[in-house]
C-alpha cells in the first residue's frame, strides 16, 4: 500500500491520444476483405399487432432479441471501436489488445431469423412472425429484424397426470404445491424446464437417485381459445424401472487413504473396521473411524437424498486435510445402493513462506517474512495445528525523523479441529461446512528505535460454522489481549507533552471478554462480478463480569486492576454493509456503508487505542492519508507536516463509499468514486488530564456537517491471482475548516502545482477497497 503526492502533468499527450483515437476509427475498415463489410450491429422493430403488453415489456422483449442476433459487432468504449483500432495498428497492439473485424460473411440472416422465431415461440408467442434484411452503406453493414409479435398466450390451467405407478402418485403428483407453473402466468419454456429441474430435485431428496428431468413430458395445449394454454405435466412412458422406484442406503465403504496410483492396495478390504454405520478401509491408520461420523450423512436403511449426498461431499471437501474427494453409488439389490467414499490425502505436514513489501509517503520502506509450518492430522481426527513466525522492519530511507526504524518480530500457534468442542453438551451442525472449534495465541514485540518497545500477547478459544455457503458465524468467548510499554525513551515522553495523542501508542492495555461475528456473503454462490449483498456485523464485550464483581467506577476514580494492569471495560459493534448492482454488460455500482459505535464504561473512560475507529487511507476515504481525518472538526496543529503520522481515532464512525467499476479490455477496469466519512467522541472532555484534549470532536446533531468528503478516478489490473489497484483522488470537503467554508471544490487550480502537491493522493493497493 503505498500514499504519495503528485504533480501537474500536460494534457497535450492525452488531446493528441484522442485525436489518434479519432483518426483509427474513422479507418476502422482498413482490414476488410475487398467485396465483404464490417458488421456494425442490428436493429429490431416491434410490431405489437394486438399484445397488450406495456412499454416497458415491449422494450425488454426488443432488447432481449437484439442480443440474440450473432455474430456481435465489435465492442465499442465511448463511442470508439478500442479493440478493433488496435488491431489496426498491428503489431503489439494488435497481438495483446487487439480484435479482428466482424464481417458482414459471418452474418446468416435465415439461421438469425429462426433464433428470433424460436425465442419467441418459447414466450408464448405462438403466432409472432419474424422478417430480417441487411444493408451495407461506405463498406459498413448492419442488418435490422421487424417482428410481428401478436399475442401472448397465458397459463390456462396445470394438470399433473397420474398413473397407477408408485413415482406419479406418491411423488410427481405431491410437488404440485411449489409449482413454478401459475394460473395467469406468461408461457415460459424457461419456467417449464425449472419447472422440470425442481420436480427431479424433489424427487431425488426421496430416493429416486436415476431419476432424470428429461424423463418428465409437458404437453401444452393451445387450442382451447383466448389466446390461452392448458398444460399437462406427466412421465414419459418410456422412462425405466430403474428409474420409476426410490432407493435405501445399504453399506457406505470410505477408503481414508485413496491414492490413484496404488488403487488395488488402498481398497484391499483386509483392515476394513467397521465403526457404527460404515466402514472404514485404509493401509496406514491415519485417521480414526470416529473422525467421519458427522460427516458422512447417509445411514444404513435411510432413504437417498441427493442433499445429504452433496453436503457429505462438501464437508469432506472443506476439512482440509485431502486433496482430491469422490465418491460412486452401486446398485446391491433390487432397491438399495451401496456408497463408495475415495478420499486421498493432503500432505501431513507443510511449510509456507511468504514476503511482503511496503511503501509509505513519509519515506517509510517496509517488509515483512512470514513462516508457517502445519500438522494437517496431528490428532488423527482432522485436527490442524499451525505454527507461525515472522519478522519485519519499517525503515524510513530519508526525511528529518531518520532514525526512527521499527522492527516487530511474532510468533504464534493455532489449533483447528473439525467439530464443537464444549464442555457439557454436544452440537453439530447440518450444512455444507463441518463447524470448527479453534485455539490461537499469539506474542509479538515491537521496537521503534529511540521511541519505545511493545509487548503484546493476544489470544482466543471459540467457534466458526457455516449453515450455508453465504453465511458464517464467528464466536469467541474468551478473547484476551494484554499491551505492555517497555523502554519508552525520554525524547518520546517530551514529545507527548507537546502532541498528547502519541500517548495512545503507548498505553498499557489489558483486554478480556468475548466477541462474535456474523457475514453474508450472496457473492460465494454467484459468478464473478455478480450483483448482491454482503453484510459483516460483528459485537466485542470485555470486562463485563469481571467489572460487575469488582463494581469499578472509573467516573469516581475507583479504577480497579487485575494482574497489576488496569482492565478495559467496554461494548463496541460495527455493521458494514454493501450493495452491488450490476447497471450494464460492463458496469458494476458498488456501495457500502460502515458504522461503528463503542461506549467505555465501569472501569473505562475511553476505548483501547487498538478497538478505537479510523478512517482515511486507501480503504477508507481515498482523498485523505490513512487515520488523519476527525474525530469531528478536530484537526492537529502539527497535521500538515511531512513528517506528521496521524492516528486520529474515535469512539463512533460513520463512511460512506460508493463507486461505478467499467471493464476496459481484457483484464483492465476502470472507476470512479465517491468516499465520506468521519470519527467522533463520545465524550468531548478528556478521558484524563493526561489525554489530550480535542474540541469538536464529540459526536453531536450536527455530525452530517462534519462529514470529509473526496472523490476520484482509479485503474485496476485483475492478473486473476492478484487485483492491483491505482487510485487517485482529491478531497472536496474538509470538516476542521469553519462551517460555510469546508466544501473546497472552489479551490480547485489544475494549473497549480502547489495545488496538485497539496491534494492529490496517490493509493497503491491490492484487491478492491469494498
Known amino acids: 500500500m503505498k500514499e504519495v ?82 488491431y489496426n ?83 410427481v403428483y405431491k410437488t404440485r404445491k411449489k409449482t413454478l407453473l401459475k394460473t395467469g402466468d406468461p408461457f415460459n419454456l424457461d419456467v417449464i424446464k425449472a419447472e422440470r429441474e425442481r420436480i427431479d430435485a424433489r424427487l431425488k431428496e426421496h430416493g429416486y437417485f436415476f431419476f432424470s428431468p428429461d424423463y418428465l413430458l409437458v404437453d401444452a395445449d393451445s387450442s382451447i381459445g383466448n389466446n390461452k394454454v392448458n398444460l399437462y405435466m406427466t412421465v414419459k412412458p418410456e422412462t425405466p424401472l430403474i428409474a420409476r422406484k426410490p432407493y435405501t442406503m445399504r453399506d457406505i465403504y470410505i477408503y481414508a487413504n485413496y491414492n490413484l496410483n496404488t488403487a488395488g492396495v488402498d481398497t484391499n478390504r483386509t483392515n476394513m473396521v467397521f465403526y457404527k454405520s460404515y466402514y472404514v478401509v485404509q493401509q496406514k491408520k491415519l485417521y480414526k473411524p470416529d473422525m467421519f461420523e458427522k460427516i458422512i450423512l447417509f445411514k444404513p436403511g435411510a432413504r437417498y437424498s441427493r442433499l445429504d449426498h452433496n453436503l457429505g461431499l462438501n464437508r469432506l471437501v472443506n476439512l482440509g486435510v485431502y486433496k482430491f474427494v469422490k465418491n460412486r453409488f452401486e446398485v446391491a439389490d433390487s432397491n438399495k445402493l451401496d456408497a463408495y467414499y475415495y478420499l486421498t490425502p493432503l500432505p501431513v505436514h507443510n511449510i509456507t513462506a511468504e514476503i511482503n513489501s511496503s511503501t509509505k509517503s513519509n519515506n517509510m520502506v517496509g517488509s515483512l517474512i512470514t513462516f508457517k509450518w502445519k500438522d494437517k492430522n496431528i490428532g488423527h481426527r482432522g485436527e490442524i495445528l499451525t505454527l507461525h513466525a515472522s519478522a519485519g522492519t519499517e525503515i524510513q530511507v530519508s526525511g528529518n525523523n531518520s532514525g526512527y526504524n521499527s522492527y516487530q518480530f511474532a510468533g504464534g500457534v493455532d489449533f483447528g479441529l473439525p467439530r464443537f468442542v464444549t464442555p457439557f453438551f454436544k452440537i453439530n451442525t447440518y450444512g455444507p461446512y463441518v463447524p ?17 518497545a511493545l509487548n503484546s ?24 489481549t494484554y499491551v505492555e510499554p517497555l523502554n519508552v525513551t525520554q525524547k518520546y515522553r517530551d514529545s507527548i507533552a507537546h502532541y498528547p495523542v502519541l500517548k495512545k501508542a503507548i498505553e498499557q492495555q489489558f483486554i478480556i471478554g468475548s466477541n462474535y461475528n456474523y457475514t453474508y456473503d450472496e457473492s460465494t454462490e454467484k459468478p464473478k462480478g455478480s450483483p448482491g449483498w454482503f453484510f459483516n456485523g460483528n459485537i466485542d464485550a470485555a470486562g463485563n463480569i469481571i467489572g460487575l464483581l469488582a463494581g469499578a467506577n472509573s467516573k469516581k476514580g475507583d479504577t480497579k486492576e487485575l494482574l497489576n494492569a488496569p482492565f478495559s471495560q467496554y461494548i463496541r459493534g460495527e455493521g458494514d454493509v454493501r450493495r452491488y448492482i450490476k447497471v450494464g454488460i460492463k458496469t458494476i455500482w458498488a456501495s457500502r456503508l460502515d458504522i461503528g459505535v463503542g461506549l467505555p464504561y465501569g472501569n473505562s473512560l475511553a476505548l483501547p487505542f ?10 477508507s ?52 468514486f465517491l468516499d465520506a466519512g468521519n470519527v467522533w467522541l463520545v465524550r468531548d472532555v478528556p478521558a484524563s488530564p493526561l489525554e489530550p484534549y480535542q474540541p469538536g470532536g464529540k459526536f453531536t446533531g450536527s455530525f452530517l456537517r462534519e462529514l470529509a468528503v473526496d472523490a476520484g478516478i482509479g485503474l485496476r489490473f485483475d492478473m486473476q491471482i492478484l487485483l492491483l489497484r491505482i487510485d487517485l483522488a482529491i478531497p472536496i470537503r474538509k470538516p476542521w475548516l469553519e462551517d460555510g467554508h469546508r466544501l473546497v471544490l472552489n479551490q480547485v487550480k489544475f494549473s497549480s502545482n502547489s495545488w496538485w502537491k497539496d491534494n492529490l493522493i496517490v493509493n497503491l493497493a491490492i484487491g478492491y477497497p469494498f
Open 610 to 619: 487498538v478497538k478505537q475507529f479510523f478512517v482515511g487511507g486507501n480503504n
Open 5 to 86: 503526492r503528485a504533480c501537474t502533468f500536460s494534457t497535450i499527450p492525452i488531446l493528441y491520444l484522442f485525436i489518434g483515437a479519432l483518426c483509427f476509427s474513422c479507418s476502422s475498415t482498413k482490414n476488410v476483405p475487398a467485396g465483404d463489410a464490417l458488421y456494425i450491429g442490428t436493429k429490431v422493430k416491434m410490431k405489437v399487432g394486438g399484445s397488450k403488453a406495456s412499454r416497458a415489456e415491449i422494450k425488454t422483449l426488443r432488447g432481449d432479441l437484439a442480443k440474440l442476433v450473432r455474430p456481435r459487432p465489435n465492442s465499442k468504449i465511448l463511442g470508439i471501436r478500442l479493440k478493433l483500432m488496435f
Open 89 to 171: 495498428m498491428g503489431g503489439f497492439f494488435k497481438k495483446k489488445f487487439g480484435e479482428p473485424p466482424v464481417l458482414l460473411s459471418q452474418f446468416d440472416l435465415e439461421h438469425n431469423n429462426k433464433l428470433l422465431q424460436n425465442y419467441l415461440e418459447n414466450r408464448g408467442f405462438f403466432k409472432a412472425q419474424v422478417a430480417g434484411d441487411t444493408s451495407v452503406k461506405r463498406r459498413r453493414a448492419s442488418s435490422s429484424f421487424t417482428v410481428k409479435q401478436g399475442p401472448q398466450y397465458k397459463i390456462n390451467e396445470i394438470s399433473f397426470k397420474g398413473d397407477t405407478t408408485l413415482l406419479t402418485q406418491a411423488a
Open 457 to 480: 500477547f493476544s489470544g482466543e478459544a471459540g467457534y466458526i460454522w457455516k449453515p450455508k455457503t453465504r453465511k458464517e458465524h464467528k464466536l469467541n468467548p474468551i478473547a484476551i
Open 621 to 672: 476515504l481515498r482523498g485523505f492519508r490513512s487515520r488523519s481525518v476527525g474525530p469531528g472538526t478536530y484537526r492537529p496543529t502539527n497535521a500538515d507536516s511531512t513528517n506528521f503520522l496521524p492516528d486520529q481515532s474515535g469512539d463512533i464512525k460513520l463512511e460512506l463509499n460508493t463507486e461505478l467499476r467499467y471493464k476496459l479490455s481484457g483484464f483492465v477496469e476502470t472507476a470512479i
Open 436 to 452: 470448527k472449534s479453534h485455539i490461537f495465541f499469539e506474542y509479538s514485540i515491537l521496537d521503534r528505535q529511540n521511541l519505545y
